[in-house]
């Protein structure tokens, strides 16, 4: 049987990167013969075989008919005479085109070997604007390799398909799958100038397209402009290595500053309050996981407060913590303390580290939650009363625990 490696597993093991996962394409074979060997069927849409005894995946050598809009509007042909060329002209980049037989030789056909050693981003030939889906595999790829350009041609071929509107034939979840998976590689932001510069990202994500040129006070914001601020929030949570709730959040905090009246800029007093009901219409749009929605809208919509605990009350940080379910989720708290710390770093200059209002915003949640509230409750009398007890329990050990450390940082 003549089975070759493609796609990643051989571009990473080029790069020099770990190999995950290995994708086979086998020439010359039948659906039946395939069987015959064991190998047992998976694929919905073409011939796609588990490998019996190592369980990784082999595709019988295939072409492709585009017939529709969007990233299925395609025909398959898998047949015993399709060629391995054949097979790898359909696919997206050189740098996923390449082939490696079993004996380790490699079989590069469109120069994807050339494109690795020089860096760059290059479409296989025509069949890259059938599918628009690519756009955003190109923008996420350029994401895991930051170093690496987008040749001419292919970034114009990928203004062209935006501007034909085939981005909008794309389903959500597909497009989120791209959006997520891009978010998680090393510089995210990466994905989303690519996705700026040839069109995709005000098709997709328009809320965030408008913040590129908003402007902001430069006396917190040396970098001035909103998406540039963004941008750099997104990088700081990749290079925390924070989660994808972490860094969708982080995307969309400052939505409620591409809103703001033209009257008061520089100036974006209450982004918060318009920014917090569009990270929910985006995640909805998107169909992104109730996880992810629920703490993008949560910290679009205090990210404000958490920068202030030194000017707040010590009745204003317990209302906070209330309002933040932080007895019950006392980890999505300290979530949201992380992405406050990108918001705080994201910024151009340089700034204290750690972040001051975090050691704050702790020894505040810790006082908080040292509140009995079985007990208190014990001790009432008058059911009705509990709730303004506790919340007046809970303001007095914040206020003696801030006040307490203020006095030894005093000192």
């Not at 969007?70 to 060629?83: K, L, R, S």
């Amino acid at each position: 049987m003549r089975a070759y490696v493609v796609g990643g597993a051989v571009r990473d093991a080029l790069l020099g990167l770990p190999v995950k996962d290995r994708d086979w394409v086998v020439v010359g074979e039948t659906v039946e013969t395939m069987l015959e060997r064991g190998f047992r069927p998976v694929g919905r849409d073409f011939p796609v075989f588990l490998h019996p005894e190592t369980h990784e995946e082999y595709a019988l050598a295939r072409t492709e008919r585009k017939s529709g809009h969007g990233y299925t509007g395609f025909v398959c042909h898998a047949a015993p005479d399709v060629t391995l060329e054949e097979d790898l002209s359909r696919r997206d980049l050189t740098i996923n085109a390449i082939a490696r037989e079993a004996g380790g030789a490699l079989v590069d056909p469109y120069g994807g070997v050339g494109d690795l050693e020089a860096r760059i981003l290059r479409h296989v030939g025509p069949a890259f604007s059938e599918d628009p889906l690519r756009v955003l595999r190109v923008a996420r790829f350029a994401a895991r390799l930051p170093e690496f350009s987008i040749a001419p041609e292919t970034l114009a071929l990928m203004r062209s398909i935006c501007e034909g509107g085939e981005l909008a034939h794309l389903t959500p979840e597909r497009v989120w799958k791209e959006l997520s998976r891009g978010l998680m590689e090393a510089c995210p932001s990466r994905m989303f100038r690519v996705l700026r510069e040839c069109g995709a990202l005000a098709c997709i994500l328009p809320e965030v397209d408008r913040l590129f040129g908003v402007p902001q006070p430069p006396e917190y914001h040396p970098e001035i402009d909103c998406g540039e601020h963004t941008m750099l929030v997104v990088d700081h949570a990749a290079q925390a290595g924070y989660g994808l709730e972490i860094r969708w959040a982080c995307l969309l905090h400052d939505l409620g500053k591409g809103e703001t009246p033209a009257d008061i800029l520089p100036h974006h007093y209450e982004h918060e309050a318009r920014g917090a009901p569009l990270a929910g219409q985006i995640s909805e749009r998107l169909r992104v996981p109730a996880s992810c929605r629920d703490f993008a809208v949560l910290f679009a919509r205090e990210h404000g407060n958490l920068r202030l605990i030194g000017e707040m009350r010590p009745n204003t940080i317990t209302s906070l913590l209330e309002r933040c379910d932080c007895v019950r989720r006392p980890e999505r708290f300290l979530a949201l303390l992380d992405a406050a710390t990108c918001d705080y770093f994201g910024r151009g200059g340089h700034w204290p580290a750690p972040w001051p209002s975090a050691t704050s915003w702790q020894m505040a949640m810790e006082a908080f939650l040292g509140v009995d509230a079985a007990a208190l409750a014990r001790s009432v009398a008058e059911p009705r009363q509990i709730p303004a007890r506790l919340h007046a329990a809970r303001v007095d050990a914040v206020r003696n625990r801030l006040a307490c450390h203020k006095e030894k940082t005093d000192i």
